[in-house]
Nanobody, 119 residues
């Protein structure tokens, strides 16, 4: 099972970027998917998550600016980031809780993608 993240890069303050992350491999189903970020010298923090049914949760720092969504048919999660701020600069990681067989869930992480916001 692999999570492959795409997107990221350099944006100016006030700009936008879109991240995507696709699950591949032998799985039964994907439960909660999410995005975390880690800025230099800081701990990894939850940015947003989306349950299999579509309910979402966003960190206060990104509410109104970022939007998480998912496409269950493609086992893909997205993060639309608008009104970017320099403090959004971080490595962004996708995360998924995946049912790998009838008895077992595992948690997986993507490889991380760097988002840099210039002022």
């Amino acid at each position: 099972v692999q999570l492959q993240a795409y997107g990221g890069g350099l944006a100016q303050a006030g700009g936008c970027l879109r991240l995507s992350c696709a699950v591949s491999g032998r799985i039964v189903s994907v439960d909660t998917m999410g995005w975390y970020r880690q800025a230099p010298g800081k701990q990894r923090e939850l940015v947003a998550s989306v349950a299999s049914g579509g309910s979402t949760n966003h960190a206060d720092s990104v509410k109104g600016r970022f939007a998480i969504s998912r496409d269950n048919a493609k086992n893909t999660v997205y993060l639309q980031m608008n009104s970017l701020k320099p403090e959004d600069t971080a490595v962004y990681y996708c995360n998924a809780k995946i049912r790998v067989n009838i008895l077992k869930f595992n948690e997986y992480w993507g490889q991380g993608t760097l988002v840099t916001v210039s002022s």
